[in-house]
């Protein structure tokens, strides 16, 4: 059985709504964060999950909590976002302020991660989805969740900058016939 991979980033924080890179960061969701994950319920209650995996940052376990997964949820570090190194907490325009141009898809982050090191967390994690026998919940964060994305259609990390991705948005990663495919991305709820 070829599994899908229900993709969920985490609800809004702060940094988020600012655009500041939330990266090893442990900031809880805003009140309108909760109200949204909260909405995420409904919408996975009828899936039976084989798997529900989340990133031990808080606002992912929030958001599965929310969404009425915790339960059956595991932590894997694998799912946490990527770290920013000198960059946390910054926004992309005091980046460029730096790096002209600058992305995170293009880019070093000095004392972070490379797209590299992302994309190995990334196969690790979509090697157990795939595993598990049966339909698979991913809470995450924005930036992994795109790197996923990539991952999942065999493209290189630096891919996932052509992937957009909101807070508590569903996505499902699945397959056409055998081949991995992209279902349902970015759905606002």
């Known amino acids: 059985m070829l599994p899908r991979v229900f993709l969920i980033r985490h609800g809004e924080t702060a940094w988020s709504l600012s655009g500041q890179h939330t990266g090893v960061t442990d900031l809880p969701l805003t009140e309108s964060g909760r109200i949204v994950a909260r909405r995420l319920g409904p919408a996975l209650a009828s899936q039976h999950f084989a798997l529900v995996l989340s990133s031990p940052r808080q606002r992912a376990v929030e958001t599965a909590k929310l969404a009425g997964l915790c339960d059956c949820m ?35 982050c000095p004392g972070g991660e490379t797209g590299a090191q992302v994309a190995e967390r990334a196969d690790r994690v979509l090697a157990r989805a795939r595993a598990a026998g049966g339909a698979v919940a991913f809470f995450s964060h924005g930036h992994m969740g795109r790197v996923l994305a990539a991952r999942w259609l065999g493209l290189p990390s630096e891919a996932g900058r052509f992937f957009v991705l909101g807070t508590a948005t569903l996505n ?14 970015n759905a606002p709820l």
Do not use: M
């Open 74 to 108: 595991q932590i894997d570090a694998d799912l946490a976002e990527w770290s920013y190194g000198q960059y946390e907490g910054l926004t992309t325009a005091q980046i460029r302020e730096r790096v002209a141009g600058w992305t995170v898809f293009t880019h070093p």
């Open 172 to 185: 499902v990663l699945g397959h056409e016939r055998e081949t991995p495919a992209i279902e349902i991305w």
